[in-house]
């Protein structure tokens, strides 16, 4: 039976310029894990409104994330020599928003973003099962577009919603020699992802649809074998009746994979074709 005792402390500052166009935000945090002080981190934040409808964003800290039981424990699996991940973190954007009307407002944002980690924990299949281990570096930096139009009258709702990433996560530093994995892609991390949505709501009905792509994922780390990329199509429709102040009912019925995709998270997992649930 594994214990481990954990005590932190935490503050943060959150700061307004009078003008409101200005918001910084500084956290610490120092953590003393089975009587031994980590490394001690922080992150800094900061918005700056440009003009009405648009906003810079930037943000970095220190990161330092200890392996959790399952990475330790495990069975089977389980390497109790993990070591704690740690490096820096930074993103930076543009957010905006926009009102068209009284009923229409739309937003966007872009971010781009890189993270460099020592020994990062990461789990690879052994044979008949996966185990963890560190990786001596891992640098993770790519793009992400998020955006939204919203269209309201009465008691009708309409919106579009999407988002898209393009992450590139690839070990930096040789293990052994002749490593095949320097510069390659991270197994099963797509660089390619993304989703949309449609909703439709009127007084108590819900209707929503929506599609997410997962693009090529390699199952190898000299990236020589992968899985194909795949878009499920998913779809819900629910109905809510309240009964005065006190009661209500909710009928709620989904369809996910309505495409009958054929697909795998994980290599030789295979995953359910068409289904529904109520």
């Given at each position: 039976r594994q214990k481990q005792n954990r005590t932190a402390l935490f503050a943060s500052y959150r700061f307004t310029t009078r003008n409101r166009r200005s918001t910084t935000s500084l956290s610490v945090r120092q953590e003393v894990v089975a009587a031994e002080t980590?490394?001690?981190?922080?992150?800094?934040?900061?918005?700056?409104?440009?003009?009405?409808?648009?906003?810079?964003?930037?943000?970095?800290?220190?990161?330092?994330?200890?392996?959790?039981?399952?990475?330790?424990?495990?069975?089977?699996?389980?390497?109790?020599?993990?070591?704690?991940?740690?490096?820096?973190?930074?993103?930076?954007?543009?957010?905006?928003?926009?009102?068209?009307?009284?009923?229409?407002?739309?937003?966007?944002?872009?971010?781009?973003?890189?993270?460099?980690m020592d020994n990062w924990i990461i789990w690879l299949p052994k044979g008949a099962y996966w185990s963890p281990e560190n990786l001596m570096n891992v640098w993770s930096r790519g793009l992400e577009l998020r955006g939204g139009i919203g269209w309201r009258c009465h008691n009708t709702t309409v919106r579009l919603d999407g988002m898209t990433n393009y992450v590139v996560s690839t070990n930096q530093q040789a293990k052994v020699v002749n490593d095949a994995s320097v510069g390659k892609q991270l197994i099963y991390v797509p660089m390619y992802s993304g989703h949309g949505k449609v909703s439709v709501g009127h007084k108590g009905l819900f209707v929503a649809v929506g599609a997410n792509y997962t693009g090529y994922r390699y199952t190898s780390t000299d990236n020589r074998t992968f899985l194909e990329p795949y878009t499920l199509v998913d779809a819900s429709i629910s109905y809510r009746i309240n009964a005065g102040a006190k009661y209500s009912a909710s009928l709620i019925v989904q369809g996910f994979n309505l495409l009958d995709a054929s697909y795998q998270v994980m290599q030789d997992r295979p995953m359910p074709l068409r289904n529904f649930q109520v």
């Open positions: 980590v490394p001690f981190m922080w992150s800094l934040g900061s918005e700056y409104r440009l003009v009405k409808w648009l906003t810079v964003k930037a943000n970095v800290s220190r990161v330092y994330r200890l392996p959790t039981f399952n990475d330790l424990y495990w069975i089977p699996g389980g390497n109790p020599d993990l070591q704690p991940e740690s490096g820096c973190s930074g993103e930076g954007g543009l957010a905006g928003q926009w009102k068209f009307s009284r009923r229409v407002k739309a937003s966007a944002e872009a971010t781009v973003f890189q993270r460099t």
